[in-house]
């Protein structure tokens, strides 16, 4: 089937109560519950998933590449930002 | 017919109809429209297998003749087998692929929810599963009705086509003989006769929704319940038999 009459869809699957939805893959599908039909079957076959979302590649904004240095590199010299300077007490285990 | 032997064919012919339309729609794998749809049918055919393997080793047990799974899927002749004639039909395209499997969901779907009440605890319990399995069959193949019939020109046709050519098989599922009669007496049966209404109800309403018709019958095909099948049914057992008839007993 070509591309036009069945666009591609990202699917996301979420594991388990709790958890947030995961990027699985993509799939293509001619409507949205047919997405929702093949993302079930595509990906959640070994029970991967209690919920699924699809939505339509086309939908989603993206960072363009080209932006990496300017988006992602400024946070790289700041490593007070992570949360590994506070002692942690032992009774807490792990965080 | 014992009680026993009335259960042991009951559960061979409610097996032989998953196992031989699972193999069908096994043979799409790798040669389905889209690698979505591939995987769609045959987890659907899992799904038929596995309860087909449900079914048989019970059947088995019942029997008592020390005969398991395998044996009863693999090792029995045609005349042996007592599938309805639409579980053997061919293939075909898409379309009738996808039709010979929503009517059969259509009615696997009460036929299961029924025998959840089974007064035989594992009929039951493979019935619980099941319905759960069928629920998914009939709400994917009806969409694709929906999609095929209010398509193109071309789908349409082609599942009127697919109608016409299959409609003749649907009365065979909703025959009680001698056989299905006393099983439901036993209390362990459903009464498939008391599943037509609603059965056309699920298709007429579906088949609405597709812009298409469910096409007068006319004569019904039978006689796959008492081993009298269409010639499909042989080529299909040489390609499933295969490995059975040319190593006798071997395990995975």
């Known amino acids: 089937m070509s591309e036009a009459a069945t666009p591609l869809w990202e699917v996301f699957i979420r594991a388990r109560n709790g958890l947030s939805h995961k990027h699985a893959g993509s799939i293509h599908a001619a409507d949205a519950e047919m997405a929702l039909q093949a993302a079930r079957d595509v990906y959640t076959r070994r029970g991967e998933g209690q919920s699924i979302w699809v939505v339509r590649s086309s939908d989603i904004v993206a960072s363009d590449p080209v932006d990496k240095d300017m988006m992602f590199e400024p946070t790289s010299s700041k490593i007070y930002r992570h949360p590994t300077f506070y002692e942690i007490p032992e009774d807490v285990g792990n965080m | ?252």
């Not at chain 2, 029995?76 to 010979?100: K, S, W």
């Open chain 2, 1 to 252: 017919m014992s009680d026993n032997d009335v259960l042991f064919t009951y559960l061979l012919r409610l097996a032989d109809d998953q196992l031989i339309l699972g193999q069908r729609l096994g043979e799409w794998c790798g040669n389905a429209p889209t690698l979505e749809e591939d995987l769609a049918l045959t987890n659907i055919s899992l799904d038929l297998i596995g309860q087909a393997r449900s079914l048989y080793s019970y059947a088995g047990e019942v029997e008592g003749k020390g005969r398991d799974e395998d044996q009863l899927a693999f090792v029995r002749y045609e005349q042996d087998y007592l599938n309805a004639l639409i579980a053997e039909q061919p293939n075909g395209d898409f379309a009738h692929t996808i039709v010979r499997q929503f009517f059969v969901s259509a009615f696997m779907a009460p036929f299961w929810r029924e025998m959840e009440k089974s007064s035989d605890n594992t009929l039951a319990a493979i019935a619980a599963k099941a319905s759960k399995e069928v629920a998914y069959h009939l709400r994917h193949t009806s969409e694709w009705v929906v999609r095929l019939g209010d398509g193109t020109d071309e789908s349409h046709e082609r599942m009127v086509e697919a109608l016409e050519d299959l409609v003749m098989y649907t009365g065979e599922l909703f025959e009680s003989d001698g056989l299905v009669k006393a099983a439901i007496e036993a209390g362990f049966a459903v009464d498939v006769a008391s599943l037509q209404d609603e059965w056309k109800r699920t298709v007429d309403s579906v088949l609405k929704e597709a812009t298409l018709e469910l096409p007068e019958a006319g004569h019904m095909q039978s006689g796959g319940r008492e081993g009298r099948h269409t010639e499909h049914l042989g080529h299909i057992l040489s390609e499933l038999q295969y490995m059975q008839r040319a190593y006798p007993g071997m395990s995975w």
